[in-house]
C-alpha cells in the first residue's frame, strides 16, 4: 500500500510540474478567426519551450501574447504534423499585454504539431515565470 501511495505523488507531481510548464487547448472548431492553441508559462532562466498542438489544428496564422512579464521572442520553428518546419524570426521584446505581429504561415492551412518557443529572459527579481499564450487563426 505504500508503495502505490509513493508512486500516486511521484505521478501527481512530475503531472504538476509539466502542466505549469505548457497547457495545450484541444481544439475542437473549425470555425474562422483566432482560437487559443496553447498557453506555456516560460521559465525565465531558460531560453527555449515546446508547445504542443492538439486537435483541429490547421491554421493560417499564429500570433502570441504576453500576459504578466516581459519576455523577449527571439525565434519561433513550426513542426507540421509531416515534420517539416517552418523558422520565424520574431525578435522583439513584448512587455505585459503585449502581443506578436501576426505570423502568416506557409501553405496558409497548416497541421501544426508543435511549436518551438526560443526566448531570452528578460531580468525580474522575484519572478522567474512568464504566461504566454499562442493563438492560431483558421
Known amino acids: 500500500m505504500r508503495k502505490k501511495s509513493i508512486l500516486l505523488l511521484i505521478i501527481i507531481a512530475a503531472f504538476g510540474y509539466t502542466s505549469l510548464a505548457q497547457q495545450p487547448a484541444v481544439i475542437t472548431s473549425n ?14 532562466r531558460g531560453d527555449r519551450d515546446e508547445v504542443l498542438v492538439i486537435g483541429a489544428d490547421h491554421f493560417k496564422s499564429l500570433r502570441l501574447k504576453v500576459i504578466d512579464e516581459p519576455v523577449e521572442i527571439m525565434d519561433l520553428t513550426v513542426v507540421y504534423e509531416n515534420d517539416q518546419r517552418q523558422e520565424i524570426p520574431v525578435r522583439r521584446l513584448i512587455k505585459p499585454g503585449g502581443k506578436t505581429r501576426v505570423i502568416d504561415l506557409s501553405g496558409k492551412n497548416r497541421a501544426i504539431k508543435k511549436i518551438l518557443l526560443m526566448y531570452r529572459t ?17
Open 31 to 44: 470555425k474562422k478567426g483566432w482560437h487559443k492553441i496553447a498557453e506555456t508559462a516560460v521559465d525565465l
Open 122 to 138: 528578460v531580468p525580474n527579481p522575484g519572478r522567474d515565470r512568464a504566461h504566454v499564450e499562442i493563438f492560431g487563426r483558421k
